[in-house]
């Protein structure tokens, strides 16, 4: 794209800047190499002291590790079984990937050797530090002169909030969130969508556009999500003049065709991931996380806090809510100039977007998707906008002191961005140095535990294989630290099955992991809880025996049937999963479990042949009529084999029974039993059934994904070749499909 001439741009200032080039060169460099080694300074330490993580780091690391055993494995990387969180689950099925699959193959083509750990740690630290280029290089593509764009990169980082889920460092390091998928999110999100306006306003570019598009939804599908209905609003944005409405429907016309042209290539790009998603969005759970999550803090609350300043400088002076407000001034004194509109857009846009369902109520429902939705995630969105206008606030004084070219205007101009903007930077690096005294609180806490910590970690490895559970959030598990990381994140980290604490709640057994009730017995056996790790002045029943103590941590052990177990399936409930959730508390909670009856659950499909089905609206009321009876001896399970994506057993059956798998069902599942392919069904709570007749039986069990997702997949990577060869030798194409063969829409 060709960026507009300077003079065409402003006025005096390009006159100016054209005669002392090497002063604005020199603003410019300074500025970002500012900004970028104060990022690299401040945020070294996370890279440096190496030490398990406390957040969703961790669950990256074990995201990536999952696709390198994959690869190695000779198994879809793209879509293997997660088999140590959520009592298993497909997790990429359903998660963006891209940032995992990336380091995973990187990992495996050098051999393994960088470290998995290392390679995350770097690819969080470079990108974060040197987030404020992307700023710069989208603000200029976006149009914006060199000094504008230095001043989007100097403000890039500075973003402070109370842990909402914007562009601030509080979501990426060790005392924050570790939204890795996020971040890389995040430093794509601006160039994306600065090319994919390019497209709008050119109809050319649409090989980068869609490169950068598909890459930014397959690193974070909500930021895909916002950066196409961010390009969606930014074609109305028009150089013209309004008086002439069928000139101006016709150019916004000839935009929307464009985006509808690229988010069709991003979707044909992508369609390996969003096509089984949508087959298979059924089996999603959107049932954990607070109402808030998806409903966001209504007007009120988000006006409130803007005009505090919690939005942007949350804990400090508003310094930036005050460039914000000066910025979102200036551009609508030059909204006649297109690309001054484009910060007021992205901004005011996010903002109403951002109030969410406790605004908006059914209104919000014209957004595709919108109740699986994160709206409280739309402060990214905000916080760019923001960060846009912070720009063009600190522009316009370096601008005018450029213009004069007089060494007192800059001292003047440099003093009153200092006097802005050092104050953030402090608080910024208070912040940095306060997430290093917990990286080093932390790696002396494990040092001072080195002994115990890897002595327990050997033992729950070489012992036969089940879950293991060190508490919950909610109860004393939170409690349950070493320096600052809770004991079921080292455990979870150590790549042990873990029950109870989620890094993830994808699977829709995950709702009722979150309820384990650890003095019911039978609830061990259903979540084949084997092994418990807790401090030494824990109580737990007595069936929960020790098993060892290693310093301060003591081992228990509990009798389970293992990853599998006979029980009885009576009872055959369909309907969809808004009725589901209910009907298995009941089912959890009432006597059922205690004699393993499993009803069957069937998702919007028939009942197969069984006499009767009952609708899972009425579950509920039918479970709590059910008189529990103990049952005659089912037979028993021989032996069991643990893969990293299939279970086996050999089975003795007495009597006709529903051999249950203690994972998360999911249709990819294939089961075999005595090598003839038989279909699982879902039992509550949302684990794997096979009916079996009487006798001996080998069973096995193997998450496939289907052959459909490796066609597609090779499909989308064909298209980006065909895509920038079309481009490159078919201009003419492009342009008619762009421009609507020269006819528009009024002709």
């Given at each position: 794209?060709?960026?507009?001439?300077?003079?065409?741009?402003?006025?005096?200032?390009?006159?100016?800047?054209?005669?002392?080039?090497?002063?604005?060169?020199?603003?410019?460099?300074?500025?970002?190499?500012?900004?970028?080694?104060?990022?690299?300074?401040?945020?070294?330490?996370?890279?440096?002291?190496?030490?398990?993580?406390?957040?969703?780091?961790?669950?990256?690391?074990?995201?990536?590790?999952?696709?390198?055993?994959?690869?190695?494995?000779?198994?879809?990387?793209?879509?293997?079984?997660?088999?140590?969180?959520?009592?298993?689950?497909?997790?990429?099925?359903?998660?963006?990937?891209?940032?995992?699959?990336?380091?995973a193959l990187v990992h495996v083509l050098t051999l393994g050797v960088f470290p998995l750990a290392d390679m995350l740690n770097w690819t969080t630290y470079l990108p974060l530090s040197f987030f404020p280029l992307s700023i710069f290089w989208s603000l200029r593509r976006f149009g914006f002169d060199r000094l504008l764009a230095a001043m989007g990169g100097l403000v890039a980082s500075l973003t402070a909030t109370n842990s909402l889920w914007g562009l601030g460092f509080e979501g990426y390091v060790f005392r924050g969130w570790g939204l890795y998928s996020q971040l890389w999110a995040m430093v794509l999100l601006p160039p994306a969508l600065a090319q994919g306006y390019r497209v709008l306003q050119e109809g050319r570019g649409y090989f980068w556009a869609t490169l950068l598009l598909a890459a930014t939804l397959m690193s974070h599908l909500l930021y895909g999500y916002m950066a196409f209905l961010t390009l969606g609003i930014l074609t109305f944005i028009q150089p013209m003049d309004m008086s002439d409405p069928r000139s101006f429907l016709a150019a916004v016309w000839r935009r929307w065709r464009r985006m509808i042209i690229?988010?069709?290539?991003?979707?044909?790009?992508?369609?390996?991931?969003?096509?089984?998603?949508?087959?298979?969005?059924?089996?999603?759970?959107?049932?954990?996380l607070p109402r808030i999550t998806y409903d966001s803090f209504g007007h009120s609350t988000v006006l409130i806090g803007l005009a505090k300043g919690y939005l942007f400088d949350f804990g400090r002076f508003p310094s930036l809510t005050i460039l914000m407000a000066v910025g979102f001034v200036i551009c609508l004194l030059r909204r006649r100039q297109e690309r001054y509109v484009i910060p007021v857009a992205i901004f005011l846009l996010w903002l109403l977007l951002f109030f969410g369902r406790s605004t908006w109520g059914v209104l919000i429902d014209v957004l595709p998707m919108s109740r699986d939705l994160h709206?409280?995630?739309?402060?990214?969105?905000?916080?760019?906008?923001?960060?846009?206008?912070?720009?063009?606030?600190?522009?316009?004084?370096?601008?005018?002191?450029?213009?004069?070219?007089?060494?007192?205007?800059?001292?003047?101009?440099?003093?009153l961005t200092s006097l802005l903007l050092l104050p953030v930077y402090n608080e910024r690096r208070s912040y940095l140095s306060e997430n290093t005294s917990y990286l080093t609180e932390t790696q002396q806490a494990l040092a001072n535990e080195e002994l115990e910590l890897s002595a327990l970690f050997g033992k729950l490895k070489q012992l036969p294989s089940g879950r293991?559970?060190?508490?919950?959030?909610?109860?004393?598990?939170?409690?349950?630290?070493?320096?600052?990381?809770?004991?079921?994140?080292?455990?979870?980290?150590?790549?042990?099955?873990?029950?109870?604490?989620?890094?993830?709640?994808?699977?829709?057994?995950?709702?009722?992991?979150?309820?384990?009730?650890?003095?019911?017995?039978?609830?061990?056996?259903?979540?084949?809880?084997?092994?418990?790790?807790?401090?030494?002045?824990?109580?737990?029943?007595?069936?929960?025996?020790?098993?060892?103590?290693?310093?301060?941590?003591?081992?228990?052990?509990?009798?389970?049937?293992?990853?599998?177990?006979?029980?009885?399936?009576?009872?055959?409930?369909?309907?969809?999963?808004?009725?589901?959730w209910p009907a298995?508390?009941?089912?959890?909670?009432?006597?059922?479990?205690?004699?393993?009856?499993?009803?069957?659950?069937?998702?919007?499909?028939?009942?197969?042949?069984?006499?009767?089905?009952?609708?899972?609206?009425?579950?509920?009321?039918?479970?709590?009529?059910?008189?529990?009876?103990?049952?005659?001896?089912?037979?028993?399970?021989?032996?069991?084999?643990?893969?990293?994506?299939?279970?086996?057993?050999?089975?003795?059956?007495?009597?006709?029974?529903?051999?249950?798998?203690?994972?998360?069902?999911?249709?990819?599942?294939?089961?075999?039993?005595?090598?003839?392919?038989?279909?699982?069904?879902?039992?509550?709570?949302?684990?794997?059934?096979?009916?079996?007749?009487?006798?001996?039986?080998?069973?096995r069990l193997e998450y496939r994904p289907r052959r459909l997702r490796a066609v597609l997949l090779g499909l989308g990577l064909l298209a980006l070749p065909l895509i920038a060869i079309s481009e490159k030798w078919g201009t003419g194409f492009w342009r008619r499909v762009s421009s609507g063969g020269g006819a528009t829409i009024l002709n």
């Amino acid at each position: 794209m060709t960026m507009p001439s300077a003079r065409n741009q402003e006025g005096d200032y390009a006159t100016a800047s054209r005669h002392f080039p090497s002063l604005e060169n020199c603003i410019v460099i300074g500025v970002l190499l500012f900004a970028v080694a104060f990022n690299l300074v401040h945020l070294y330490p996370d890279v440096a002291i190496k030490i398990p993580d406390r957040n969703d780091t961790g669950m990256h690391l074990l995201y990536t590790d999952m696709a390198v055993k994959a690869i190695t494995l000779g198994q879809d990387f793209t879509d293997p079984w997660q088999r140590t969180m959520g009592m298993g689950f497909p997790l990429f099925h359903y998660y963006q990937h891209l940032p995992h699959v990336t380091l995973a193959l990187v990992h495996v083509l050098t051999l393994g050797v960088f470290p998995l750990a290392d390679m995350l740690n770097w690819t969080t630290y470079l990108p974060l530090s040197f987030f404020p280029l992307s700023i710069f290089w989208s603000l200029r593509r976006f149009g914006f002169d060199r000094l504008l764009a230095a001043m989007g990169g100097l403000v890039a980082s500075l973003t402070a909030t109370n842990s909402l889920w914007g562009l601030g460092f509080e979501g990426y390091v060790f005392r924050g969130w570790g939204l890795y998928s996020q971040l890389w999110a995040m430093v794509l999100l601006p160039p994306a969508l600065a090319q994919g306006y390019r497209v709008l306003q050119e109809g050319r570019g649409y090989f980068w556009a869609t490169l950068l598009l598909a890459a930014t939804l397959m690193s974070h599908l909500l930021y895909g999500y916002m950066a196409f209905l961010t390009l969606g609003i930014l074609t109305f944005i028009q150089p013209m003049d309004m008086s002439d409405p069928r000139s101006f429907l016709a150019a916004v016309w000839r935009r929307w065709r464009r985006m509808i042209i690229l988010f069709l290539l991003v979707v044909v790009v992508t369609s390996y991931f969003l096509i089984p998603l949508f087959l298979d969005r059924t089996y999603l759970n959107n049932n954990n996380l607070p109402r808030i999550t998806y409903d966001s803090f209504g007007h009120s609350t988000v006006l409130i806090g803007l005009a505090k300043g919690y939005l942007f400088d949350f804990g400090r002076f508003p310094s930036l809510t005050i460039l914000m407000a000066v910025g979102f001034v200036i551009c609508l004194l030059r909204r006649r100039q297109e690309r001054y509109v484009i910060p007021v857009a992205i901004f005011l846009l996010w903002l109403l977007l951002f109030f969410g369902r406790s605004t908006w109520g059914v209104l919000i429902d014209v957004l595709p998707m919108s109740r699986d939705l994160h709206m409280i995630r739309f402060m990214a969105m905000v916080h760019l906008g923001g960060i846009f206008l912070m720009a063009v606030a600190l522009a316009a004084p370096w601008r005018w002191a450029v213009s004069r070219s007089n060494v007192w205007y800059f001292a003047g101009v440099l003093a009153l961005t200092s006097l802005l903007l050092l104050p953030v930077y402090n608080e910024r690096r208070s912040y940095l140095s306060e997430n290093t005294s917990y990286l080093t609180e932390t790696q002396q806490a494990l040092a001072n535990e080195e002994l115990e910590l890897s002595a327990l970690f050997g033992k729950l490895k070489q012992l036969p294989s089940g879950r293991v559970y060190a508490g919950l959030p909610e109860n004393w598990g939170s409690q349950y630290v070493v320096g600052r990381i809770p004991m079921y994140f080292l455990l979870q980290q150590e790549g042990l099955d873990m029950t109870g604490w989620l890094y993830h709640r994808f699977s829709l057994s995950s709702s009722f992991e979150r309820v384990f009730d650890e003095t019911r017995r039978e609830q061990y056996n259903l979540f084949n809880v084997r092994y418990v790790v807790a401090p030494e002045a824990q109580v737990f029943p007595r069936f929960v025996e020790p098993l060892g103590q290693f310093g301060r941590h003591r081992l228990y052990h509990v009798q389970t049937t293992g990853y599998f177990d006979l029980v009885d399936s009576d009872l055959t409930f369909t309907g969809g999963k808004t009725d589901y959730w209910p009907a298995a508390s009941n089912w959890l909670a009432s006597g059922l479990l205690g004699v393993k009856q499993h009803p069957t659950v069937l998702f919007g499909r028939s009942s197969r042949g069984k006499e009767s089905s009952i609708p899972l609206s009425e579950a509920s009321e039918v479970i709590s009529k059910i008189q529990v009876s103990a049952s005659p001896s089912r037979g028993t399970v021989l032996s069991e084999e643990v893969g990293n994506n299939f279970f086996a057993a050999d089975v003795n059956v007495k009597r006709d029974s529903m051999l249950m798998l203690k994972a998360t069902y999911h249709p990819n599942w294939r089961a075999t039993v005595d090598g003839e392919e038989t279909d699982p069904v879902m039992l509550m709570p949302s684990v794997v059934g096979i009916q079996l007749p009487q006798g001996e039986h080998k069973v096995r069990l193997e998450y496939r994904p289907r052959r459909l997702r490796a066609v597609l997949l090779g499909l989308g990577l064909l298209a980006l070749p065909l895509i920038a060869i079309s481009e490159k030798w078919g201009t003419g194409f492009w342009r008619r499909v762009s421009s609507g063969g020269g006819a528009t829409i009024l002709n």
